[in-house]
């Protein structure tokens, strides 16, 4: 009798994970689309692959999950729900915003290797395929864009570690892509909470 049991237990459990996987495929997979495109380009203009963006990706899987069982506890709570009630709603909003989080710290992860890739070509105007570099143009030390005292599109110089560089800078503002990126993902966040 009791194998029966837990043969339905891992039955359940399989069923619930498939239903899981059947709800958030599409999240999960533009997170990771979004995480590969980064990888590919940081690693076309000499970055790692393994750098580009999958621990700020699971960071974000992770904050997400937890940001929504908060936020799930507190309303249960207040709502009175029994124990076994809220701890399934927990879980269930873990997983959610595991998901959730996935996707969008996947597009935002990608997006900033994508910036920082395209940043650094700016400056190198160089691709690396299979080792071999290729000089698709001369960019004459490129530097960024003045406009008066703003500066515009600025990558970080050639002997940098850091690929990458600054988007906009005045005397007063200054936005790196990966802070640009951040303060998005932020927001994005907040959005999510309030909704």
């Given at each position: ?21 059947k ?6 997979v533009?997170?990771?689309?979004c ?6 380009l ?15 990706a ?25 124990f ?27 997006g ?62 200054r936005?790196?892509?990966n ?14 909470l309030?909704?």
């Amino acid at each position: 009798m009791k194998k029966a049991v837990g043969r339905n237990s891992k039955t359940a459990t399989k069923k619930k994970v498939g239903e899981w996987c059947k709800e958030h495929w599409k999240e999960l997979v533009i997170g990771a689309i979004c995480i590969v495109i980064g990888a590919v380009l940081n690693v076309l203009t000499g970055g790692s692959f393994l750098a580009a963006g999958f621990k700020a990706a699971a960071m974000a899987r992770f904050i997400s999950g937890g940001i929504s069982v908060m936020s799930s506890l507190i309303v249960s709570i207040f709502s009175g729900d029994s124990f076994k009630t809220i701890l399934e709603k927990v879980l269930r909003s873990f997983v959610d915003g595991f998901a959730s989080g996935f996707m969008w710290g996947g597009i935002f992860a990608g997006g900033v290797q994508t910036i920082s890739a395209i940043l650094k070509f700016s400056r190198s105007g160089t691709l690396i395929f299979g080792g071999e570099q290729l000089q698709l143009f001369k960019p004459n030390n490129f530097s960024g864009k003045t406009l008066g005292k703003i500066k515009i599109w600025s990558p970080n110089g050639l002997n940098n570690p850091n690929s990458g560089g600054t988007l906009f800078k005045d005397w007063i503002l200054r936005l790196e892509n990966n802070f640009f990126i951040r303060i998005l993902h932020i927001i994005y966040t907040i959005v999510c909470l309030i909704s």
